[in-house]
């Protein structure tokens, strides 16, 4: 079993930038793929990158790229997604997502956290 805790969220002006960051329990963190999704209102929930378990790979939704970086700290037990030049169409709620030994990036994810609310204003 993983739990999975999101903090960081916040109310942020466009422009700016926040760091989410994922705390994992237990033992095997460093070999669970992790993964951000974010929820708009209104909105399905999107995939927003991922990190592989295996050599930090990363993979990230278009819409993002270059603006967002997802990182972890195994020793930590962490995941964290820097999020840079915020747009207020970023504004939902971000959850961090675990797969064992995942192999892929978007699909396959056993454990959520609870999410954090991310609030861009224009």
């Known amino acids: 079993q993983v739990q999975l805790v999101e903090s960081g969220g916040g109310l942020v002006q466009a422009g700016g930038s926040l760091r989410l960051s994922c705390a994992a329990s237990g033992r095997t963190f460093s070999s669970y793929t992790m993964g951000w999704f974010r929820q708009a209102p209104g909105k399905e929930r999107e995939f927003v990158g991922a990190?592989?378990?295996?050599?930090?790979?990363?993979l990230y939704v278009d819409s993002v790229k270059g603006r967002f970086t997802i990182s972890r700290d195994n020793a930590k037990n962490t995941v964290y997604l820097q999020m840079n030049s915020l747009k207020p169409e970023d504004t939902a709620v971000y959850y961090c997502?675990?797969?064992?030994?995942?192999?892929?990036?978007?699909?396959?994810?056993?454990?959520w956290g609870q999410g954090t609310q991310v609030t861009v204003s224009s």
């Open positions: 997502a675990a797969s064992y030994r995942g192999t892929g990036y978007l699909y396959g994810y056993d454990y």
């Open positions: 990190i592989t378990w295996s050599d930090s790979s990363t």
